[in-house]
């Protein structure tokens, strides 16, 4: 494991704040200065301002709700803002990634085998959706849940339609794009897509761009 990566899981703190910990000679490991991109093993002993560090430290789980016009990654791309420019905790990992135009509830953690128990494709765990559109279905068109997509097989699990504008959807799978290359088959084109609930975790009133803590059970 990287050095400001420990750091960053321990002190609950971002790999540039660490990196910067390392550069002002604040951190040691076997009782010498640390140093900028080193990797360390379980057996080394790592010190920042005299508090030794946990290499199993206990995982952490959050919700997230994620506004539109934000991307999901650790890495900056172009001129688009990144989920962590909002959090500023990149040691997490994170799981069902939204695309920028997107909305609503993430997970984040540091435990990367709960999030792929989650959103791992062959445990078909349920993710709702809003999803807003353009302009109605025509009169008389049935709306397609199940397509055929340049060789991908697209499904909607549950479809409810709440007025002529609004529809509540239900997937257990994860493909790109999914939604909304199903509405852009039925000749629909989306204006928000939100997703309020994966599995047992639920959006309810996280204000957008905030992080809420919470624990789980086994």
């Not at 550069?23 to 640390?34: E, F, P």
Request: aromatic residues 8%.
């Amino acid at each position: 494991m990287r050095l400001n990566k420990l750091i960053a899981q321990n002190l609950d703190i971002s790999r540039r704040k660490a990196d910067d910990l390392i550069s002002s000679g604040d951190v040691l490991v076997n009782r010498k200065t640390g140093k900028l991109g080193m990797d360390i093993k379980s057996s080394d002993v790592v010190e920042v301002y005299g508090q030794t560090l946990k290499h199993n430290k206990i995982h952490e789980y959050f919700l997230f709700y994620k506004p539109k016009g934000y991307i999901c990654s650790h890495e900056q791309q172009g001129n688009s803002p990144t989920i962590f420019d909002l959090i500023d905790m990149d040691y997490l990992k994170f799981g069902g990634r939204l695309d920028k135009e997107s909305e609503g509830l993430m997970l984040l953690s540091t435990d990367g085998d709960w999030l792929n128990s989650i959103f791992h494709s062959r445990n078909k765990v349920e993710k709702k959706y809003i999803v807003k559109v353009k302009t109605p279905l025509r009169k008389g068109k049935k709306f397609k849940r199940n397509i055929n997509h340049n060789g991908d097989i697209l499904r909607i699990k549950n479809l409810k339609i709440i007025n002529k504008y609004t529809f509540e959807v239900t997937l257990n799978t994860g493909k790109n794009h999914e939604i909304r290359r199903i509405f852009r088959f039925n000749g629909l084109d989306i204006i928000e897509l939100k997703r309020v609930k994966v599995g047992k975790y639920k959006l309810n009133n996280i204000d957008k761009g905030n992080l809420v803590k919470i624990e789980i059970n086994g």
